[in-house]
């Protein structure tokens, strides 16, 4: 199979999935009403991979046939441009708003199929191989992949592996003749009701001798035993005018739960071997994975900027407060394009002969883009105020005798009509403050992991890649002044 359709691709999720909402199993995903929304967008950007074939499809080398550039294993820098030209027109086909789109973990696994030599350390050569065949098998059948790398928290106090008695984490608990049964939870899985498997692999790290919980993965959604239990919808059957993001892009989040879920042999990359399980994430994932990511949050953030800027506009707001927190707006855009630039060129290989981009700028936007994105929710409302909240529906727009009030008594500025102004403050509130803007935010503050880990971390590495000293001579200026000595030249 090739880079498949929206309609394959829905064809494909009529499976007998065990999915729950609430107390309701969903007998099927593609007709639930509050799924619909979503499931049509995800099919939309399987539609877009073709209507952008220039840009979004390569013909793989093996079987010659069109295949969609996230599945790409970079080779060279011009390999690392001509998928991010594709990543950029999935992230604006949603405005960023879909933050697991399927190209999310395609390239995940395409960067850790590439590091094989990583997955073949300490024995595991059989599970590097078998992490090889699938991301192949990933591209040729263009699926749709999620990931869960998240254990169930219980108590913090004594951490997410201890609790139940170590029961509750997903683990290994037997081997057959053809795999392995595992048992367990596991969370967040966000769009795992929309797709066609569930990748399990290193998210943080464990102890050495955790081996049964050190098991990475992938299996159908549809597997024996595999529940999920969604969280509460937060998608509208409102008309687009009321309610443009909620009910095309809420992507779901699922909590797992692996009943006695048998994985067949060649779907095992790691099997006990904590030694793997910690340096997968560790050899090139943030270099790799960082630019899907850059570039769905510089389309989201511009995304933002534009629509703030035009509302504020259709109320003539221009004070020079205004005019400030617009401008903060655009610096997050911008520095998160600036970031990728810089990345991208200074793209290298990293081993094994695969190519990622530098992981300098991408580490130091990682922990950075949680505090933005929730500032950008704060600066909409601020500027919106009460005008967020003063938004007829579009039926209250249909209706004649109600039309003309609203035209008198909502109209812009600038030429705005009141629709246009009602509906520009209708997609800011959508974006920011319903149930779906609220979610996203959350989603935006944590899917990166601890921010205040990932800035310890990159203290710890700076420290490793700091050559030329600036404080050193400076010292030694101030050291010989002391001494009446001739200073030497700062620099």
């Keep these: 199979m090739a880079a498949r359709t929206g309609k394959e691709y829905i064809s494909g999720l009529r499976d007998g999935r065990e999915v729950w909402i609430g107390g309701q199993r969903v007998s099927d995903v593609t007709e639930f009403e509050p799924f619909a929304g979503a499931v049509q967008s995800v099919a939309g ?14 013909t793989h080398p093996e079987t010659g046939e069109p295949t969609n550039i996230s599945h790409l294993i970079p ?35 395409a960067g850790h199929a590439g590091r094989s030599d990583v997955w073949s350390r300490n024995g595991n050569e059989e ?9 192949a098998d990933l591209a040729r059948d263009d699926l749709a992949l999620t990931h869960a790398i998240i254990r169930p928290t219980v108590d913090k106090g004594i951490g997410d592996l201890a609790a139940a008695d170590g029961q509750m984490a997903l683990h290994k608990v ?21 797709s066609d498997e ?7 790290p464990l102890p050495k001798d955790a081996h049964k919980y050190a098991i990475a993965f992938s299996a159908p ?51 006990g071997n904590t030694e793997v399980w910690n340096a997968a994430m560790m050899n090139g994932w943030t270099a790799n994975i960082m630019q899907q990511t850059t570039i769905r949050a510089e389309a989201k953030l511009r995304f933002a900027y534009e629509l703030v800027s035009r509302f504020c506009k259709s109320i003539n707001a221009s004070d020079p407060r205004t005019k400030e927190l617009l401008g903060e707006l655009w610096t997050y855009a911008e520095m998160t394009r600036a970031l990728l630039v810089a990345a991208e060129a200074g793209a290298r290989e990293w081993g094994n002969g695969i190519w990622f981009c530098d992981e300098r700028p991408f580490r130091a936007l990682r922990p950075t883009l949680p505090q933005w994105f929730p500032r950008v929710n704060e600066i909409i409302k601020l500027l919106g105020s009460h005008n967020l909240l003063a938004t007829p529906s579009e039926a209250a727009f249909d209706n004649p005798e109600l039309r003309p009030l609203l035209d008198k008594y909502l109209q812009g500025a600038n030429r705005f009509d009141a629709k246009e102004r009602v509906r520009l403050f209708r997609a800011a509130w959508d974006f920011a403050g319903t149930a779906l803007g609220g979610r996203n935010e959350l989603y935006e503050r944590f899917y990166l992991g601890s921010a205040a880990r990932s800035y310890q971390l990159d203290h710890d590495v700076a420290q490793f890649e700091m050559s030329e000293s600036l404080v050193d001579p400076l010292l030694r200026i101030a050291e010989a002044a002391e001494k009446d000595e001739q200073a030497p030249a700062f620099i």
């Excluded at 441009?81 to 960023?96: D, F, I, K, N």
């Excluded at 599970?127 to 991301?135: C, S, T």
């Excluded at 037997?174 to 929309?194: C, E, K, N, Y």
């Design 221 to 271: 959604i549809a597997s024996p035993g595999l529940r999920l239990l969604c969280r509460d919808a937060f998608s509208t059957d409102m008309a687009h005018f009321d309610a443009p993001f909620s009910g095309r892009f809420d992507e779901q989040d699922a909590f797992l739960i692996f009943d006695d879920v048998e994985i067949p042999r060649s779907r095992v990359f790691i099997d």
């Design 174 to 194: 037997a081997d057959t003749a053809d795999g392995i049964v595992v048992r367990g939870a596991m969370v967040l899985s966000t769009l795992a009701p929309f």
């Design 127 to 135: 599970g590097a191989a078998n992490l090889v065949r699938f991301q």
């Design 75 to 109: 080779r060279s820098r011009e390999d690392i441009a001509r998928r991010g030209t594709a990543l950029a027109h999935a992230a604006r086909y949603s405005v960023g708003l879909l933050g697991r789109s399927p190209d999310y973990v395609n390239v995940s696994l």
């Design 198 to 204: 569930v990748a399990v692999y290193p998210g943080q």
């Design 45 to 58: 950007l399987y539609d877009l991979q073709h209507d952008h074939a220039d840009d979004c499809l390569f």
